[in-house]
């Protein structure tokens, strides 16, 4: 293959988050091997294409697991959510086995506890996540004053947020991070114009920056 980059991965379990998993790596041109204990969701992901190879195995077993060949993927997918022994046994099963990489997805708090003890190097929980999210994208940084250029792209004054608390200027890479542009630091109603990138933050300040609404509104809001 040309590509260099190509990668090898396993998903244990294809339920909607499996199969995601599945058709995203594949998209984006790595090898995928997809593995469900339903006959029925294996065939499936073989007519959807959304695999390179898929095999009907029961996980808990670690003799199904290394008939497969799971235990010489550098990087396996547990996407078994809704059955927590399965899960847990499964993710117990592939690192037990030495696989260095093991990615699981959680379905509770205590879900993602366990799945930490038995080894799971990273540990995924969407809902929860996906939740996370939406809250943030609903609130708003707080804006003293703001300054509309045109209907997309805005001047604006906020109230530096508490995860910018105490850092420097330099570190909350506005515009890498942001796509924001730091125009002055203003502190009761005095503004300092191009501040040194050197300069801390803190919150009883605030700051003034320019870009795309879009992009302002990702700021982290103030949480007091
Ligand atoms: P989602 O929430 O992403 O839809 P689910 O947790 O409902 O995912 O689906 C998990 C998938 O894992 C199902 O397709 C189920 O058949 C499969 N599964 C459950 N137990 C095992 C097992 N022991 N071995 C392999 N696959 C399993």
Known sequence: ?????????????????????????????????????????????????????????????????????????????????????????????????????????????????????????LVVFPENEAGCVLARSLTKPAILDRFDLDPENSIVEIIVPDEFDGKTISELQLRSRYGLNLLAVSYNDKFEINPNPNQRLYKGSAIVVIGTNKDINRLPNLSS
Do not use: W
Not at 29 to 52: F, P, R, S, Y
Not at 60 to 77: M, W, Y
């Open 1 to 121: 293959s040309l590509r260099k980059d190509n990668k090898q991965f396993a998903v244990i379990g294809l339920g909607r988050f499996g199969r995601a998993v599945c058709t995203t790596l594949r998209g984006l041109g790595h090898e995928v091997l997809a593995t469900d204990i339903d006959e029925a969701k294996v065939a499936q992901a073989l007519t959807d294409q959304i695999a390179n190879h898929a095999m009907q195995l029961d996980s808990t077993q670690s003799s199904a697991l290394k008939e497969a060949g799971i235990f010489e993927f550098d990087t396996v997918i547990v996407a078994i959510g809704n059955y927590l022994e399965e899960s847990i046994i499964t993710t117990l099963n592939v690192k037990e086995a030495g696989v260095p990489h093991v990615v699981a997805k959680a379905s509770s708090d205590i879900h993602v506890k366990l799945l930490k003890k038995v080894g799971a190097d």
